[in-house]
């Protein structure tokens, strides 16, 4: 059973246009999410983090959003550029002492100039 | 400051053979924790720890074994590698609830 889902495996967007990445879950414990980025030959970098005390985070051109009552959280790139192409993860844990963290599958996100 | 660095970058096996596989982190973090990733899926957690000298499963562990002997270094062992082990392997260290991860250790089982 996949407690987390990223259902769409690849997105293409224009440069300039809103990059949207969603991710679904389905343990209510879940109390902390974060999204990483992924070029390929490299390993995942942090991008951006939400706890389920909050229901939006920015930092820059990135937004997390968080729904808890649907299980869902988004990640928002305004404007998208050619750089942001590369592969993102969603990752979410349930604090029990250390944080042990279950990911999505990932999404391509193709930002077409 | 070189963050979490893996070595090695590239392996290729065959079946039954052994290996380690190194990763060292110089941010002096506390947890360490090894991941696999396979086409199609997500990260999966192998072995974590908590700090020197303690480790622990994760959702993977088979085929695996871990030590932690010193803070800066965790190491992953196949003792004898099976084709099902081919993976990416990434390492990470963790700062509070943020992960930071090495460049990961492309490994193909024969």
């Known amino acids: 059973d996949q407690q987390v889902k990223q259902n769409s495996p690849s997105l293409s967007v224009q440069e300039g246009r809103i990059s949207i990445l969603n991710c679904d879950y389905t343990?209510?414990?879940?109390?902390?999410f974060l999204w990483y980025k992924k070029y390929p030959a490299e390993g995942p970098t942090f991008l951006i983090s939400i706890s389920s005390i909050k229901d939006k985070n920015e930092d820059g051109r990135f937004t997390v959003f968080l729904n808890k009552s649907a299980k869902h959280l988004s990640l928002h790139i305004v404007p998208s550029q050619p750089g942001d192409s590369a592969v993102y993860f969603c990752?979410?844990?349930?604090?029990?002492?250390?944080?042990?963290?279950?990911f999505g599958t990932g999404t391509r996100l193709k930002v077409l100039a | 400051n070189a963050g979490v660095t893996q070595t090695p970058k590239f392996r290729v096996l065959k079946t039954g053979q052994s290996m380690t596989l190194l990763c060292a982190q110089d941010?002096?973090?506390?947890?360490m924790y090894w991941y696999r990733q396979d086409p199609g899926m997500g990260l999966r957690l192998i072995h974590y720890?908590?700090?020197?000298?303690?480790?622990a499963k994760g959702e993977v562990p088979d085929g695996y074994n871990v030590s932690r002997l010193k803070k800066q270094n965790f190491l992953l062992g196949l003792e004898s590698a099976a084709p099902s082990q081919t993976s990416v392997y990434f390492c990470a260290s963790i700062q509070g609830p943020t992960q930071y991860f090495g460049p990961g250790t492309r490994l193909t089982v024969l």
């Open positions: 941010m002096n973090h506390e947890y």
């Open positions: 990752a979410a844990s349930a604090y029990s002492g250390t944080y042990k963290y279950i």
């Open positions: 343990n209510s414990m879940f109390d902390y």
């Open positions: 720890s908590v700090g020197e000298g303690t480790t």
